[in-house]
């Protein structure tokens, strides 16, 4: 990790980064003398030795643990299971700007703060805080979490009204939705339900769909960008279309060179997974094109479309198409993906293929 400075930019993957001690506390052992709890340690050679704690030593470790150590019930340490070892984690990083005074501290994407391990990053003690976000929207229906965390809201603007303004372009919504050939129908029927989305996003005929969007897009000098969540299946894309691809397993340095080439034009398609959900700056972007998605996220929808919402010099038009299976889950799914935009004043304009 970096030095910390007065002005310091870090992640909430960073500051969450957790290591494991050798300190374990937890086991309950009766005898003539009541409970007592033990610390449980590994020495040097590998092995284990305990020892029962002290009380100012038991009091100190819960006093200073209470986020970082489970007892499997957290209001009473003598309700741990017998024989039962706990590790305690560690935050390196988040201990560091614990420990500084801080004025200011700007949360930006703010609907990920409600998650189970970021939010102890709200702890840090600082004057003020700041929270931004485009998407307050989560699927455990945590949102609300974010203002007790940081704050009441001050500010909200609509999306329409920025796009009226011009601070982001304007985008044109479409759902394609097209038909299965008789033998994977029956692969999609036959299919346990925990399958049945894989299968029906992964619905061969939405190749022939985006070989289409791409020739049309192609002629206009767009710049495209195809986006879902199976690795193999945007394999398959990036090659029969000859296009790079970037997914979670490409080097940084890799990835940092494909986007510079699709910034400066030398580039005008490029695969993405969803490693591309968020924080990536792409300001040329004006065509996304999903083929699969997480199940029926409307904060995925919404950041995936806000990647090709940068305002444009040229004024170009934004496209935003989303090619589902139809009469299947990938259908129900969308319907509920589409719903956080659709109240923002985006439509879709549906599209039958089969027609």
Not at 125 to 142: F, P, S
Not at 164 to 187: P, V
Request: charged share 30%.
């Amino acid at each position: 990790m970096k030095e910390i400075k007065p002005i310091t930019v870090t992640t909430y993957q960073c500051l969450t980064y957790s290591t494991t001690s050798n300190r374990s506390i937890g086991i309950r052992s009766k005898d003539r003398n009541g409970d007592k709890v033990y610390s449980v340690e590994k020495n040097k050679d590998g092995n284990i030795d305990n020892r029962i704690l002290e009380n100012d030593e038991l009091d100190n470790i819960v006093g200073n643990a209470i986020t970082n150590i489970k007892y499997g019930n957290n209001d009473d340490v003598d309700d741990v299971d017998d024989n039962e070892i706990h590790e305690q984690k560690i935050y390196p990083h988040l201990e560091i700007f614990r420990a500084k005074n801080w004025g200011l501290i700007i949360y930006d994407e703010v609907h990920l703060l409600p998650a189970p391990v970021f939010r102890i990053t709200a702890d840090i003690q600082t004057k003020r805080r700041l929270g931004l976000t485009a998407t307050l929207v989560r699927e455990d229906n945590m949102e609300d979490d974010v203002f007790s965390l940081i704050g009441p809201k001050k500010f909200d603007s609509p999306w329409k009204e920025l796009e009226r303004q011009g601070w982001i372009a304007e985008a044109a919504c479409y759902e394609i939705r097209i038909g299965m050939d008789y033998d994977y129908r029956m692969k999609y029927a036959t299919s346990p339900l925990r399958m049945k989305y894989r299968v029906a996003a992964d619905n061969p005929r939405k190749i022939d769909v985006v070989k289409r969007l791409v020739s049309e897009h192609e002629g206009g000098n767009d710049s495209i960008l195809i986006i879902g969540d199976y690795v193999d299946q945007l394999t398959q894309i990036s090659s029969l279309m000859n296009a790079p691809i970037i997914t979670g397993k490409t080097p940084n340095s890799k990835r940092e060179k494909l986007y510079s080439l699709f910034r400066n034009g030398e580039i005008k398609l490029l695969v993405v997974s969803k490693v591309a959900n968020y924080a990536i700056d792409l300001p040329d972007a004006n065509v996304a094109i999903q083929i699969s998605g997480t199940f029926g996220s409307r904060q995925e929808e919404a950041q995936r479309l806000g990647r090709i919402l940068r305002p444009k010099n040229t004024r170009k038009q934004a496209y935003f198409y989303t090619v589902v299976s139809k009469d299947t889950i990938d259908q129900e799914y969308a319907s509920k993906r589409q719903l956080f935009l659709t109240e923002r004043g985006y439509k879709y304009t549906i599209i039958d293929n089969n027609q």
